[in-house]
């Protein structure tokens, strides 16, 4: 409503209650917020450094009963091809290909990009459609349900249920139960950063009696070693502390350890690592140190393991992990375990809710628009990564394979003209098409640009359009010719080779002149000096000082002039304090020759002091080669810039100072 208000996010804004925010009274429609600031500032490379953001903006309308407003984020398809064919697209296979925009989380990389599956497409006339997807187990889902997932039963059911503070992230395997699986290859695998204080939780169904536990701790050198852990039990709780364990060279190598402590009986056990010897290694991402992980390949509470895993996932027809227009789509996730737990692919294929099989009722949907929602993972402990909804030309439902694959579309009738390359460069292309009796599309697989130009016999074939999303395509008529010799061009390279061209007779000239090639005036024939001149002998060359300003000191206006302007330069190519730097030295050597001898210095000390602070910043921190390698010493780049100015103010000294001669002396030479 074009009011703007500013204000300060403190300590609060980082809970999970939030920072309240208030402001008087409005009546608005839409609002922007702007971030002005961060707590970093602003610095010369963000590098290694996350983004800013608000996990969520709560806003009310403040009528009695009001509820905080909720947006949601739909992505619509395109819908341009659709709604120009309409209703003749019913000769045409339909397939709507919908894929989330997935994350494979490795730390410090923790959340995704799209969390579920929302897509707005427009159908261009009612049909029925087959339905298949992708699906995998969720990384976000907690322990104990990727355990019912994969067909493990719970306390309540007769097994085992385990769970967990936080495991590592982006890896279901790396769950609780791991650690109870009686397999020393898997374990329960701590965050990074923070494994003290991070605990694993079993409950054994019915009470057990114990007095040791026989863990098997993974020492490889990489990861982090428990050195104390808490045993709560129901109530009772048992402190104890591990012997020292060595690392192992072997990767994922384990370490067997029996810790004792007074019997204690419980349904409930729970297991906290209390302190850890911590390995550190360097985070990829901010190229800062970082505490790995610690992780428990068996927890050795006796007596207590889950059992083993099934080779199939049990396929539960479900009715809570995709809707349609807002209604329940059933649908069940086929696949492997061993797929499952490493978080591979799976399948999902509609089904029958009564029979729980396989479902071979198609999707109909009329004509207009239509919304897919998937359910999230965190809640249901599947992501549907990707849909596929496939309709026949006809419109019934066309048969997907598995995960969504379509098949191969019958051949076109009529022929399709044959494209060979024969020549291909760097800027061009040629191809010779034969077998043309109809137009035809001829794609080029480069990203669309106008830069690249078709022609067939000479004859440009016009500005390419827009093919796949991507690609540069022409429309080719052959008319009456069944055989085509096309030309793709790059043309921008023209004005490269135009450009390479001047800077290579540039170059030349240079050379040339530097070598005194061009030079038309010849040095005179020495002249035979009179007699009388033949004592007249030039005193031997002196070597001046390049310390020292020569020449002789200007006016006062030349002076002050010349000072002022080096200064302006230097202030607005750098910053105005060496600008002032730069014009007081100048005015001192104008006027006193003997502070030259700080222009000539400290021009290489400038450039030695840069180097050494490089020199330092590279042996502490390790920053790695990369691209932006110089951009983490920017602080030094006044620096650099400083001895530039200070080189240019030194010639423009010596310019000015000798650019006149005495007039004292006299253009003859006298006698001595």
């Not at 994969?150 to 769970?163: K, Y």
């Not at 505490?291 to 083993?308: N, S």
């Not at 390790?622 to 602080?635: I, K, Q």
């Amino acid at each position: 409503d074009g009011h703007e208000m500013t204000t300060n996010l403190g300590d609060a804004s980082r809970t999970d209650p939030g920072q309240t925010v208030t402001f008087p009274r409005r009546t608005v429609k839409s609002f922007d917020i702007t971030v002005d600031e961060t707590n970093l500032g602003k610095r010369p490379s963000y590098s290694g450094v996350s983004g800013v953001g608000f996990a969520e903006i709560r806003i009310r309308d403040d009528a009695p009963g009001a509820q905080d407003v909720h947006v949601e984020e739909v992505t619509r398809m395109p819908v341009d091809l659709t709604r120009d064919v309409g209703g003749d697209s019913l000769a045409h296979r339909l397939v709507f290909s919908m894929n989330r925009s997935r994350t494979i989380l490795v730390p410090p990389r923790y959340s995704e990009d799209e969390r579920s599956l929302t897509r707005a497409f427009d159908v261009p006339a009612g049909r029925d459609f087959g339905l298949a997807g992708t699906a995998r187990i969720s990384t976000a889902a907690p322990d104990e349900l990727v355990d019912q997932l994969v067909g493990i039963p719970g306390a309540d059911a007769g097994g085992i249920t385990a769970r967990s503070s936080a495991r590592l992230p982006g890896d279901p395997q790396a769950r609780a139960s791991s650690a109870i699986d009686g397999d020393p290859s898997t374990a329960w695998t701590t965050p990074f950063a923070t494994p003290a204080g991070q605990w694993m939780e079993v409950d054994a169904g019915q009470p057990v009696t114990f007095d040791h536990l026989d863990l098997q701790v993974v020492a490889d050198g990489r990861h982090s070693v428990a050195t104390r852990v808490r045993i709560d039990a129901d109530g009772q709780t048992r402190t104890v502390d591990l012997p020292a364990i060595g690392d192992q060279p072997e990767e994922n190598a384990t370490a067997p350890v029996t810790v004792s402590f007074d019997p204690v009986t419980a349904r409930n056990v729970r297991v906290t690592v209390e302190s850890v010897r911590e390995v550190s290694t360097r985070e990829y991402y901010s190229n800062t140190p970082i505490v790995t992980p610690v992780a428990l390949a068996e927890l050795g509470i006796p007596g207590v393991q889950r059992p083993a895993l099934a080779d199939a996932l049990p396929g539960v027809c479900r009715d809570d992990l995709l809707t349609v227009d807002s209604a329940p789509l059933p649908v069940r996730v086929t696949g492997s375990v061993a797929d499952a737990s490493a978080g591979r692919p799976l399948s999902a294929e509609p089904c029958d809710p009564a029979t729980g099989g396989s479902s071979s009722s198609p999707l109909t949907l009329e004509r207009g628009q239509h919304v897919l929602r998937s359910a999230l993972g965190l809640d249901t402990g599947v992501d549907l990564d990707g849909i596929v909804l496939g309709s026949d030309a006809g419109g019934a439902p066309l048969a997907l394979g598995d995960r969504g694959a379509v098949p191969a579309a019958a051949e076109p009738t009529g022929r399709t003209p044959t494209v060979e390359v024969t020549s291909s460069g760097r800027t061009d292309m040629k191809l010779h098409v034969t077998g043309a009796d109809k137009p035809f599309w001829l794609v080029l697989g480069e990203s669309h640009n106008r830069g690249w130009v078709a022609s067939v016999d000479g004859h440009e074939l016009g500005e390419g359009k827009l093919v796949n999303g991507y690609a540069n395509g022409w429309l080719v008529d052959p008319k009456d010719t069944r055989t085509l010799d096309v030309t793709l061009t790059w043309t921008p390279q023209r004005t490269v080779w135009i450009a390479l061209a001047i800077s290579g007779v540039t170059m030349l000239l240079c050379t040339a002149l530097a070598l005194g090639l061009l030079s038309r005036r010849k040095s005179p024939a020495p002249q035979p000096q009179p007699p009388e001149a033949a004592g007249n002998i030039d005193e031997p060359p002196v070597f001046r000082s390049p310390l020292v300003a020569a020449g002789t000191r200007p006016r006062g206006l030349v002076v002050a002039a010349t000072a002022i302007g080096a200064g302006f330069l230097a202030a607005v190519l750098i910053n105005p304090l060496p600008g002032l730097l730069v014009g007081l030295l100048v005015l001192a050597a104008l006027v006193r020759p003997r502070w030259r001898v700080v222009l000539a210095v400290g021009a290489p000390a400038a450039l030695a002091l840069a180097g050494l602070y490089v020199l330092l910043e590279q042996t502490l921190n390790e920053y790695p080669p990369v691209f932006e390698w110089p951009t983490f010493f920017d602080r030094v780049h006044v620096l650099g810039w400083l001895a530039v100015a200070l080189i240019a103010a030194d010639a423009l000294v010596e310019v000015v100072r000798t650019r006149r001669r005495r007039e004292v002396e006299s253009p003859e030479r006298t006698d001595r």
